[in-house]
């Protein structure tokens, strides 16, 4: 259950591909090594994907 409704995050459930429900916020990025990165959790289907990329562009204002 996704309790964000602001226009950077994106939430995914447990039946889109990810372990557990989760959210992205995408006004919080933050660069680690891949190294750093330990156990694999999931993937984003197409659909949660383009709105990661829209909420990625709200974050970084590039859209008008």
Not at 15 to 28: I, N, R
Not at 32 to 54: A, C, H, N, Q, T
């Amino acid at each position: 259950r996704c309790l964000s409704d602001w226009s950077s995050d994106v939430c995914s459930s447990d039946l889109e591909g990810l372990k557990h429900d989760s959210t992205v916020c995408c006004d919080q990025l933050t660069s680690l090594p891949k190294f750093v990165l330990s156990r694999y959790v999931g993937r984003l289907g197409p659909r949660k994907m383009r709105e990661l990329d829209i909420a990625l562009a709200n974050a970084l204002e590039l859209v008008k």
